[in-house]
């Protein structure tokens, strides 16, 4: 090949741009001579340099970070920097994780915590990785860019001196009597046809005397050119857009409503240019959630199998609307997407106090704890008299008791409802001004009534739906009304999702144009000797092309056919090259 | 039928597939014991050929000289050294009988496979790809298929011990350790991306397989290549470094796009099913790092100084991630893709 290469030298101006350690990269005619041949591994001859001017370092600097090299290493770098990220749980995805982390590896968590690692995709270094990937991209892509533009007003080049030692070349001798009466085919004629023919199969054609020169796919370097631009492009839009969404969370108990406001989320996080104005007013109300469940096959009895939230939908000026949220159905409304990705029991506990006053009367949700949702929950009475009242309860939609006489629940549904509460009294410590959870009690200083700890007067209280229990003391009574579901409403808005997913699928078809269509040239040459006229075929791959050699086969055979001389069997092979085997034996070699 | 006789017959299927991969396994086998044979012996008769031609030039130097210098005649014997053409073998290796028997055995072993995920996606009413065993069932038969699809364009039968290996290895670990009773999706995995994502990442999975065999054999070739006396003479019935490394990098490449896809279907369910369409899950994590190893193989290829051993380690690790991903972080990484059902 390195002969091949030799003659076709003049014409490598409209190949793709390479960095300087591409396989394919050529030096351009004036440095040719300086930096020797191009096999010659290394083609950093600014490093042979004695001395370099601050510019002279700074384009050195350039040179190696858009470098195939450095391409290849920071694209390893950036596999074995997401590593750590998927070794111990993220702030992100696993929050609870994070936390129970902290708590089972004390000494090693502040250490991981140091580098990042329970944050590990927004860290520094994690980002200094893609961020120079991606800058090295982009001082790749650019001068490829505008030399692909050049390369695609280009002619093909000139047809070489000697086509035999091209890929597939194969000669033919033209028949010299005509068909049917008709005049032998001339040179000229046999171009135009070839020309015609290449044309047809999308060459570019350029006619040089007695030849045509031919060339196609620049949309494999088109291709790859929107591929790594749309990473590009991913990565700005996944950074800009997340600048101008929010994502927020409610707990909405069936029968009640969210309205669409700031004050209404549980917990809410804005990108950086969010504004509330940007809060489409809508109201859903959840009427109703069926979960199913399986009930037969014994080995997965309680899987779920059906989420479905009935919600009742407003948009600002119009009218009601009644529809479902499911699991891979999310709700589309005033330019948000509406989740249920979670769901449990809320117990409707009303409290007397011991003044007969109904203290509390509410719908509290129990967060589930296992898969059978046997939940747990706080309620705070800081209206009851004498004495405020905080309540920790588990809530078991199946009660079943275990060996040890604690309670459990054994299948997620409501089959046999039973609530426990520990109950505490005292200063609950909601009037000092600092925010508390409703989902956490602090017991310090709290007096236990009923529940589990030895200084309890007595066991927890139990409770099935409709029942009502005394307190201690003449504190008051626990009535538990009924239970109901709540869905966890998740809210999200993201204006440049649809950006992405555009981005993607360039990704894709780039990736697509630019590996799979061959960049390939041939020629069709009529060469007048003393037998006669003959006709020369031969192609030159431009990059990976394992099909040339066929192609050039399919022309040859197409052009003598069209022009009324029909191929010969066995072309002649001046050198048949042994790599060409398709397969077995290379003991030849 | 009812479902639990279904997935009876689906696991007596894959025993019955896997009885069959034995076979095409042990005559795959045979085949490369035969293809040792067959180089040592064609090395052997490619020097005594050469002993004999440099005898006559030396007999005739020596006539020529008159009794010349001894000196001269060992001079030729040298030459025997040298690797020179072999005429009985420089047509296309012939396949043998071993290999036939290992290529129909596969094909057949391969029907009975199908046969027994038709069976289980009965029994269960849906796609056979939601759970390990499931994944490990259908995935494997697509690497068995997927081989078969490559031998069509190409001759690439001397991996078919390799193929048949790695496919027995894995079809029993999810036949033994990882079988799960037919169970219900979870609303979750409720979705046609199920039919879609899953299938494309295995058989994403089954080119990469495949590549990384070829690129192993390259590794192997290219190290003989170098070396003037080389060893395992079995490869030499393979193609040369550069042939399995050309057919390696384009059988990745059919990987990788794939892969891509994969990537992006998932982040498409993902912000249907869980409300993002990236969050770094651990799964999602384990992709990226495969597709960013293959992203860094393919430019590898196309390094100064890379290609090549270089590359093809590459390929391996890239493999080696995919089935770490397929294994460890299933079973034991916490993440939302908790499919595995163990």
């Known amino acids: 090949m390195t002969d091949a290469s030799a003659q076709d030298r003049t014409d490598e101006r409209a190949d793709p741009l390479r960095p300087r350690d591409h396989i394919d990269y050529v030096a351009p005619a004036s440095e040719a001579s300086g930096s020797g041949s191009s096999g010659s591994g290394s083609g950093d001859g600014t490093i042979t340099q004695p001395r370099l001017s601050f510019l002279g370092y700074v384009r050195f600097f350039w040179r190696q970070l858009t470098s195939m090299r450095t391409a290849l290493f920071l694209l390893m770098l950036l596999a074995i920097a997401a590593i750590p990220g998927s070794?111990?749980?993220?702030?992100?995805?696993?929050?609870?994780?994070?936390?129970?982390?902290?708590?089972?590896?004390?000494?090693?968590?502040?250490?991981?915590?140091?580098?990042?690692?329970?944050?590990?995709?927004?860290?520094?270094?994690?980002?200094?990785?893609?961020?120079?990937?991606?800058?090295?991209?982009?001082?790749?892509?650019?001068?490829?860019?505008?030399?692909?533009?050049?390369?695609?007003?280009?002619?093909?080049?000139?047809?070489?001196?000697?086509?035999?030692?091209?890929?597939?070349f194969q000669s033919h001798p033209v028949r010299s009597e005509?068909?049917?009466?008709?005049?032998?085919?001339?040179?000229?004629?046999?171009?135009?046809?070839?020309?015609?023919?290449?044309?047809?199969?999308?060459?570019?054609?350029?006619?040089?005397?007695?030849?045509?020169?031919?060339?196609?796919?620049?949309?494999?370097?088109?291709?790859?050119?929107?591929?790594?631009?749309?990473?590009?492009?991913?990565?700005?839009?996944?950074?800009?857009?997340?600048?101008?969404?929010?994502t927020g969370n409610r707990v909405v108990v069936a029968g009640q409503s969210f309205s669409n406001n700031l004050g209404s989320y549980d917990s809410f996080n804005p990108g950086r240019w969010f504004t509330a104005s940007q809060l489409a007013p809508y109201n859903i109300r959840v009427d109703k959630f069926v979960a199913k469940y399986e009930t037969k096959i014994a080995s997965s009895l309680g899987t779920p199998l059906d989420y479905t939230a009935y919600v009742t939908t407003q948009e600002q000026g119009q009218k009601e609307k009644k529809t479902t949220i499911k699991v891979n159905h999310p709700l589309d409304i005033g330019g948000t997407q509406v989740y249920v990705l979670g769901n449990g029991y809320a117990v409707d506990v009303t409290v007397r106090d011991g003044q007969g006053n109904v203290a509390f009367k509410d719908e509290v949700p129990f967060l589930p704890q296992d898969a059978n949702l046997t939940s747990l929950g706080v309620i705070k009475v800081p209206d009851a008299l004498p004495q405020q009242l905080g309540m920790i309860g588990f809530f078991y939609p199946s009660a079943t008791p275990l060996s040890t006489g604690a309670l459990t629940s054994n299948y997620p549904d409501t089959i046999n409802p039973e609530l426990t509460l520990d109950v505490y009294a005292g200063?609950?410590?909601?009037?000092?001004?600092?925010?508390?959870?409703?989902?956490?009690?602090?017991?310090?200083?709290?007096?236990?009534?009923?529940?589990?700890?030895?200084?309890?007067?007595?066991?927890?209280?139990?409770?099935?739906?409709?029942?009502?229990?005394k307190l201690p003391d003449g504190l008051g009574s626990v009535e538990f009304t009924g239970v109901k579901r709540f869905v966890s409403l998740d809210i999200h808005h993201d204006p440049s999702q649809v950006y992405v997913l555009i981005f993607a699928v360039l990704i894709v078809l780039g990736l697509l144009t630019g590996l799979f269509i061959p960049r390939r040239r041939v020629w069709v040459k009529a060469v007048s000797g003393p037998n006669g006229l003959s006709l020369e075929y031969a192609g030159l791959a431009r990059g990976e092309d394992p099909t040339l050699e066929r192609a050039v086969d399919d022309l040859a055979k197409r052009h003598l056919a069209m022009i009324g001389s029909p191929k010969q069997n066995t072309p002649p092979h001046p050198e048949p090259r042994p790599e060409k085997a398709d397969d077995g034996s290379r003991l030849s070699q | 039928?009812?479902?639990?006789?279904?997935?009876?017959?689906?696991?007596?299927?894959?025993?019955?597939?896997?009885?069959?991969?034995?076979?095409?396994?042990?005559?795959?086998?045979?085949?490369?014991?035969?293809?040792?044979?067959?180089?040592?012996?064609?090395?052997?008769?490619?020097?005594?050929?050469?002993?004999?031609?440099?005898?006559?030039?030396?007999?005739?130097?020596?006539?020529?000289?008159?009794?010349?210098?001894?000196?001269?005649?060992?001079?030729?014997?040298?030459?025997?050294?040298?690797?020179?053409?072999?005429?009985?073998?420089?047509?296309?290796?012939?396949?043998?009988?071993?290999?036939?028997?290992?290529?129909?055995?596969?094909?057949?072993?391969?029907?009975?496979?199908?046969?027994?995920?038709?069976?289980?996606?009965?029994?269960?009413?849906?796609?056979?790809?939601?759970?390990?065993?499931?994944?490990?069932?259908?995935?494997?038969?697509?690497?068995?298929?997927m081989f078969l699809v490559v031998n069509l364009f190409v001759n690439v039968k001397y991996l078919g011990a390799y193929v048949m290996g790695l496919n027995l290895i894995l079809l029993g670990v999810a036949v033994v350790n990882f079988y799960v009773a037919v169970s219900p999706l979870v609303p979750a995995l409720q979705s046609y991306w199920l039919v879609i994502h899953v299938f494309?990442?295995?058989?994403?999975?089954?080119?990469?397989?495949?590549?990384?065999?070829?690129?192993?054999?390259?590794?192997?070739?290219?190290?003989?290549?170098?070396?003037?006396?080389?060893?395992?003479?079995?490869?030499?019935?393979?193609?040369?470094?550069?042939?399995?490394?050309?057919?390696?990098?384009?059988?990745?490449?059919?990987?990788?796009?794939?892969?891509?896809?994969?990537?992006?279907?998932?982040?498409?369910?993902?912000?249907?099913?869980?409300?993002?369409?990236?969050?770094?899950?651990?799964?999602?994590?384990?992709?990226?790092?495969?597709?960013?190893?293959?992203?860094?193989?393919?430019?590898?290829?196309?390094?100064?100084?890379?290609?090549?051993?270089?590359?093809?380690?590459?390929?391996?690790?890239?493999?080696?991630?995919?089935?770490?991903?397929?294994?460890?972080?299933?079973?034991?990484?916490?993440?939302?893709?908790?499919?595995?059902?163990?």
């Open chain 2, 200 to 342: 494309v990442a295995c058989l994403g999975t089954a080119f990469f397989a495949i590549a990384a065999g070829l690129s192993a054999a390259q590794i192997v070739q290219a190290r003989r290549e170098m070396s003037k006396n080389a060893g395992i003479k079995l490869f030499d019935t393979l193609p040369g470094a550069d042939r399995l490394e050309d057919l390696a990098y384009r059988i990745a490449l059919v990987g990788f796009v794939l892969w891509t896809f994969t990537l992006i279907a998932g982040a498409v369910w993902a912000e249907k099913a869980w409300g993002r369409y990236w969050g770094w899950d651990t799964k999602e994590v384990w992709t990226f790092i495969i597709w960013v190893i293959y992203a860094g193989y393919i430019h590898a290829r196309a390094t100064r100084g890379w290609r090549g051993a270089r590359s093809s380690y590459l390929s391996l690790v890239g493999f080696a991630a995919v089935m770490f991903n397929f294994s460890v972080v299933n079973l034991f990484f916490k993440g939302l893709h908790a499919y595995s059902g163990l």
């Open chain 1, 178 to 246: 005509g068909v049917n009466g008709k005049a032998p085919v001339s040179a000229d004629i046999a171009i135009a046809a070839a020309r015609t023919q290449l044309r047809r199969a999308g060459y570019r054609t350029q006619v040089y005397g007695d030849s045509v020169s031919a060339e196609r796919g620049y949309l494999r370097e088109t291709g790859n050119l929107v591929f790594h631009m749309a990473l590009l492009g991913v990565l700005i839009t996944v950074g800009i857009g997340g600048s101008f969404g929010y």
């Open chain 1, 87 to 168: 070794l111990v749980p993220q702030q992100s995805a696993d929050p609870n994780g994070v936390a129970q982390y902290k708590i089972d590896h004390a000494q090693l968590y502040p250490i991981l915590n140091w580098f990042g690692l329970f944050n590990t995709y927004n860290t520094p270094w994690f980002s200094a990785v893609y961020l120079l990937l991606f800058i090295s991209l982009i001082g790749c892509i650019i001068p490829r860019t505008k030399h692909h533009f050049d390369a695609l007003r280009a002619r093909p080049p000139k047809t070489p001196a000697r086509l035999s030692r091209l890929a597939g």
């Open chain 2, 1 to 145: 039928m009812t479902s639990a006789e279904l997935s009876t017959y689906c696991l007596y299927a894959a025993y019955s597939a896997m009885a069959i991969y034995v076979i095409s396994f042990i005559a795959f086998a045979l085949d490369l014991a035969k293809r040792s044979g067959d180089a040592q012996m064609a090395a052997t008769a490619a020097l005594k050929a050469q002993a004999v031609q440099a005898k006559a030039r030396a007999g005739a130097v020596l006539e020529m000289a008159g009794g010349g210098s001894p000196a001269y005649g060992s001079g030729g014997g040298v030459a025997v050294l040298e690797r020179t053409d072999v005429p009985s073998l420089e047509a296309p290796r012939k396949s043998s009988k071993f290999e036939r028997i290992g290529m129909s055995m596969m094909a057949l072993g391969l029907v009975v496979h199908i046969v027994s995920v038709v069976f289980r996606g009965l029994a269960a009413g849906r796609v056979p790809w939601a759970n390990m065993f499931e994944f490990g069932l259908t995935g494997t038969a697509l690497i068995v298929a």
């Open chain 1, 427 to 469: 200063d609950l410590g909601l009037n000092d001004g600092v925010p508390k959870s409703v989902y956490t009690l602090n017991t310090d200083g709290l007096k236990p009534i009923a529940g589990t700890t030895s200084k309890a007067e007595e066991k927890p209280i139990t409770l099935k739906p409709g029942e009502t229990v």
